[in-house]
């Protein structure tokens, strides 16, 4: 019996320990702040055009612009110039912390438009 | 009643067809291009606004004309460094033809007559000649560079250059508009 009693407590240990360690795992913490967590979106600028042209996110998501065209472009707050890529050259990239909605161009090539929406 | 229409319709029927014929004639006389005459042509169009550009940069003040001048000589540029790169891996040398000769002599006569303006007289004629030019090379492009092309990879090249040279028309278009009136 007493025997019996010490093997039981350490079924109880072991629970214990595999209990924690499956709550308190990294990647399940990472998993869990991350249905909260900032996302990234990737906006590709290829063939003159914004691919999405339109994106709804949330606000402190991240908004990141990658140029596989052909020449330069820039990605440019339309309303305001209230912020602004540098030239993208061919392969480069840029990211944009969205803090609330905007409409925005190519400032080199005025008829490339998108927008990006905070809902 | 019946006779002014019939008036009426052959008189559409004439200035369709005085209207289609020149189409016609341009497209049986338009020459069946080699890769290597192609390569020619688009490098020859590229270089042309390339120039025109040059002249607005030594002759406008306006800052959209300026502005516009200059992405016209930085995309077509890259377009020209990026048809060098691919001409020289496949091993084509560009060769001269009737299409490259007749876009240079066009384009000489153009410059002449720009380089005759100043002021707004100028910045109108410059942007007026883009609408032009890019809407004429965008039909050239598709019309006869891009079916003639025999190299795939060549081929792509100038489906990828269409975009921008819309997007060209489209800016020349909005100054046309807005700022050259």
Redesign the interface.
Known sequence: MKGFSYRWYGYIFLELIIFLALFNAPGTRKRGKDLSAPRVYTVEIS???FNPAALVVHQGDKVMFVNH????HDVTEAAKKSWTSSPLG?GKSWSLNVQQSAVYYCS?????RGSITVK | MKNPNYVSLSCIGIILASLAFPLLVNAQSNPSLSDAEVASVAVAANQIDMSYADIAEAKSKNTKVLKFAQTMKRDHAAVIEQASALVKKLGVTPKDNAVSKKLLADAAQTKKTLNDKSGKVFDKAYIDNEVSYHKAVINTVQTLLIPDTDNAELKQLLQNVLPALKAHLGHAEMLQKNVVQ
């Open positions: 063939g003159m055009k065209d052909l020449v330069v061919v080199i090539h005025p008829v490339m």
